[in-house]
């Protein structure tokens, strides 16, 4: 008699397999734990490989756009092993932010322990959408706004807040919140029924933008109020924008205070803002004063030098350094005047994209957030964190909040203290060579963090003179525009310096600011960008910053 016969296994689980073998192990099991290392590492020795003495990945592979579209969705599998290779392909052509001579924008470096920490959450996949998916990611969470309440100067035990989408996202809940304390707290369940205003500075992020338009009030209800030449919110312009509205009876809802803004490094006067406010909302007898929130996602580390002995100076940080320093902290030194604001870990905290908190002064204001209004968030209930009752946001990663813990741990304010101050330390030096040239001008010469703003002028052309013509007089407008052209092409011959390995990258911002007349239509005012963040920038890359800018300028003389 013959044995039953066992029916053949589907084809399917023999690839299931195969599968299992992509995926990092549920069970510890050493041989495949060590696959799992060998594969990052062999992608992070590959990597390596891409480095030369230019601050980009190498070697150049742009692919034409066009090409991109024919893409499909494919049929077949591909090994780990290819598919890693395909990842170190899309490696190239990216700048090296570390890099001495990557001076591009705000984007900083990383950690080696804000890695390991986006590594962890890219494996266990925590969602701090409720501490019942995200365990101890939830409470890194919650010490990383106890930190940085206490950082700032708001009351830990008042305080609260949440990480992010973005920097973007921080403006997006502090002006939410104001929307809904103006209205009552009516605007989550009714919408928007009446106009609300959002005032910010002309050198605001443009973010203002999404936020208004998103939001529903409406970028119509946007008021831009003018800056100063330092790049700060006029407040004189401010105190008649808001005694016009409240003469009319129209509602502000929020103030955007811009502490760093992200061309010049302009801070906004807070505590004169606040004054402000509270003086005006006696005067008119406001029921709902505006919410005042601070967009200090660029400023908000400079608190680390609140309580920096300056006098003694243990750092050893040079005079124009410390002077640099303190005054910036004149303005940064008490953002918990704010109402809310907005911290990105992502930009001067050295941490991965995306690690944006938004912290409140009263954690209560998060409860106007939440989608049933009578149901009180069960904020730090033992054993119950829900944040997702009050967050735009129904997944919410836990990389970003690890990341910024693992930093406050790794950095404190000490090594915060070092790596800002050899910024604004570089900054300077560089603003020191460059000033020392009657043809250059640095245009944000009062704004004192590690960004600086400067325009190349022709031979002949006394730089400061013209900088002035410039952004005052009508007359001189057809210079402007020859200089904006100038200064572009210098821009692009240093570029491509930089990317033959013989320059440091610099950046480009086609309006740091508009000439003073003709209001905001008024002619853009170009500039290029240096901005220092890579604890490997020396003095060695800041000369030769100001050594190419001269040598560029002389090659464009010979080529005349
Ligand atoms: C970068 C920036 C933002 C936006 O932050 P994202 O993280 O890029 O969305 C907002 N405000 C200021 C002042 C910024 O510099």
Redesign the pocket.
Known sequence: MSKPRRPDPSPYLHLLEQLKACFPMPVSNPVMDGYFVHTLSRFLDRVDDLKSGVPLLGPSSRVPYENLMQERFPEKRRTVEEVTRLLVEYCQDMPIWAHPNAQVN?VPATTIPSITAFVAAAIYNPNIISDAYSARFATAEMQTVAMTADLIGYDPQQAGGVFT???????FYGCKLGIEKVLGGRAMEEGIREDVKIISSAA????RLNVSGWLGVGMRNLVTIPTTPDNDMSLPHLEECLRRAFDAGEKVGVIIA?????DAFGLDDLGAIVRLRDQLAREYGLEQPPHIHA?????WVWSVFRDYDFAANPLGFHGRTLKALEDSLKRLGDLALADSL?I?F??TGYAP??S?LFLVKDRRDLALLSRHPKEMPYLYQVGSYHPGIYTLECSRPGSGALAAYANIRLLGKEGYRVLIGHNVEMAEMLRQRLEAHPSIRVVNHRNFGSVTLFRVYPPGVEAAAAYRREAGDPAYREQLEAHNFYNRRVFQLIHDRAMRGEGVLLSWTDAHRHADYGGEAGPPIAALKSYILSPWTDLAAVEMVARQVVEVRDQMESER
């Open positions: 705000v989408f973005s920097g973007t996202g921080t403006n605001s992020h443009y973010s811009t502490m760093g803004t992200t967009d200090a996602v660029i400023g907005g990105d992502h930009k994209y995306v944006s």
